[in-house]
């Protein structure tokens, strides 16, 4: 059975920090393109950052872009979210998610309904 959980959220100042987890079972995850994504109140789900695993290649939306940066851990099977310069606006649930075809791209990203599995999400909140 296919598993993801989250693990990381909470309550920053603007201009914090935080690293976002996601562990893995019951796949490999370097076979799988993975990305995060959030969802704000009121707002659709929109993409943040993927790995494509065909070749490493990380891609991210605009709006993060020179903040956030995603990884992977092939021996603990878990991917990261690490977030710097948080902003009000980045305030949502952060959910993980793989899809059952290790490319991802900049066009992928922008489609949820392109990954099949998904975690519980985790909340992350920038706010004084």
């Known amino acids: 059975q296919m598993q993801l959980v989250e693990s990381g959220g909470g309550l920053v100042q603007p201009g914090g920090s935080l690293r976002l987890s996601c562990a893995a079972s019951?796949?490999?995850?370097?076979?799988?393109?993975i990305g995060w994504f959030r969802q704000a109140p009121g707002k659709e789900r929109e993409g943040v950052s993927c790995?494509?695993?065909?070749?490493?290649?990380?891609y991210y939306a605009d709006s993060v872009k020179g903040r956030f940066t995603i990884s992977r851990d092939n021996a603990k099977n878990t991917m990261y979210l690490q977030m710097n310069s948080l902003k009000p606006e980045d305030t949502a649930v952060y959910y993980c998610?793989?899809?059952?075809?290790?490319?991802?791209?900049?066009?992928?990203?922008?489609?949820?309904?392109?990954?099949?599995?998904w975690g519980q999400g985790t909340q992350v909140t920038v706010s004084s």
């Open positions: 019951g796949f490999t995850l370097e076979n799988y393109g």
């Open positions: 998610a793989a899809r059952g075809i290790k490319y991802c791209s900049n066009y992928v990203l922008e489609g949820p309904q392109y990954f099949g599995s």
């Open positions: 790995i494509s695993s065909l070749d490493g290649s990380t």
